[in-house]
């Protein structure tokens, strides 16, 4: 399994990018985890599709920008052994899949259910290829410059993993194997 963050600090002022155009302030961080799996591709329309089936969470509609959107507990093992997992009650938002060179884009987005301001928002897109299954894209880590510096020190890694849970549910979805 390769990542990789990139730390970017876009002092222009805010920015508005990505599914459902949602505004970041000054200071945001790139994400960027692959994992290699063999995908069958012809899966990714019907598990991401309008009709997919309920893998993901409760299904709560589509928002203002047509993502569809699911009430899931984003899961974080903080334990080696796997015992101590911390989980936070998420709306995530996916897209309807296109093709962009031979590989599948799902547009997605996640946010904090609850006492979303000391949480990160995270916008990016979910890439399927037949050999590997990325998430990319950007967050903005809570608590403006505290909230960036204690990314930086720690919380990195809380995002990275989370991502790696991710997409190990889309893995499990699709029937790809690693």
Not at 8 to 18: H, N, V
Not at 93 to 100: K, N, V, Y
């Amino acid at each position: 399994m390769s990542e990789n963050v990139r730390q970017l600090d876009t002092t222009t002022g805010p920015a508005r990018d990505g599914p459902g155009s949602v505004e970041f302030g000054a200071l945001v961080v790139a994400l960027h985890v692959s994992v290699p799996v063999q995908v069958d591709l012809r899966r990714v329309v019907p598990v991401f599709g309008d009709d997919a089936p309920n893998w993901l969470g409760q299904p709560m509609g589509p928002d203002a920008a047509g993502l569809n959107r699911f009430l899931c507990d984003l899961q974080l093992r903080v334990s080696p052994d796997g015992r101590a997992t911390f989980r936070k009650s998420t709306i995530v938002s996916l897209g309807i899949p296109w093709l962009r060179d031979g590989s599948w884009m799902v547009p997605m987005e996640w946010r904090a259910a609850n006492l979303a301001p000391l949480f990160p928002v995270f916008v990016g897109h979910l890439i399927i290829t037949a050999d590997r299954i990325e998430i990319d894209g950007r967050y903005a880590p809570p608590l403006g410059v505290i909230g960036y510096a204690l990314d930086r020190a720690v919380l990195g890694t809380a995002a990275r993993g989370t991502a790696r849970w991710f997409i190990g549910r889309v893995v499990s979805a699709l029937g790809a194997v690693a």
